[in-house]
């Protein structure tokens, strides 16, 4: 089955600087990327995605990279704020499901 | 509206108790998806249902059983839990079950099994 390793598991930024949240996967059949965010006490929340057919996606102050030979993709927040700090988790679609990374502990210090 | 609503939020029984908890979304999805997860993990999948038919259990111990009693609404029933069944339980939608389509979660429901 599908594999999703993520790293780094915690990265603190200062304030305006950017994150770089990077995941890799095994199943060359994922077609579907999705990335959340995870606030204390609250579900995950969809904050950007990417298919397959895609190479790069951004909204705002976030985007988010797709290399389909290499089979990783990465998160980038630029400009980060103090509410961007959450958990964040990346995931890969294969065969109906979504499988998850570890997770990723995201503090912003202002 | 993306929201998926799960009641109750938080929810204390004992290992002899039945109980269950509720999700329901009006985005007119047809899959719907319950999670499990411990402090520190990410969510791992316990059943899919798509068209209000189960089409994935996750090898989940018979104490926990869902119901989908239309396409607006997912119940998991619980009865005779153990203290390690404590976990934020995730309900979750989507337009459907393929590749390629975003899943929507609730809020959760904290569950403690004393």
């Known amino acids: 089955g599908e594999n999703v390793e993520q790293h780094p598991s915690t990265l603190s930024v200062q304030e305006g600087d950017s994150a770089v949240i990077k995941c890799t996967y095994s199943?060359?059949?994922?077609?579907?990327f999705p990335w959340y965010k995870q606030e204390l006490g609250k579900g995950p929340q969809l904050i950007i995605d990417?298919?397959?057919?895609?190479g790069e996606k951004k909204d705002q102050r976030i985007a988010v990279t797709l290399n389909k030979t290499a089979k990783h993709f990465s998160l980038h927040i630029t400009e980060t704020q103090p509410e961007d700090s959450a958990v964040y988790f990346c995931?890969?679609?294969?065969?109906?499901?979504?499988?998850f990374g570890a997770g990723t502990i995201l503090r912003v210090k202002s | 509206d993306t929201e998926v609503t799960q009641t109750p939020k938080h929810l204390v029984m004992g290992m002899t108790n039945k109980k269950s908890l509720k999700c329901e979304q009006h985005?007119?999805?047809?899959?719907m998806y319950w999670y499990k997860q411990k402090a520190k993990k990410p969510p791992e999948l316990m059943f899919v249902?798509?068209?209000?038919?189960?089409?994935i259990n996750e090898s989940v111990p018979s104490r926990f059983s869902p119901e989908c009693p239309n396409s607006s609404l997912l119940n998991l029933h619980l009865h005779a839990l153990q203290p390690e069944d404590s976990a934020l339980y995730l309900c979750?939608?989507?337009?459907?079950?393929?590749?390629?389509?975003?899943?929507?979660f609730g809020q959760g429901t904290r569950l403690t099994v004393v």
């Open positions: 979750a939608s989507s337009r459907d079950t393929g590749d390629n389509t975003e899943a929507f």
């Open positions: 199943d060359s059949a994922s077609n579907y």
């Open positions: 990417i298919r397959s057919n895609v």
């Open positions: 995931a890969a679609s294969s065969w109906d499901k979504l499988v």
């Open positions: 985005m007119g999805h047809r899959a």
């Open positions: 249902y798509s068209y209000e038919k189960l089409s």
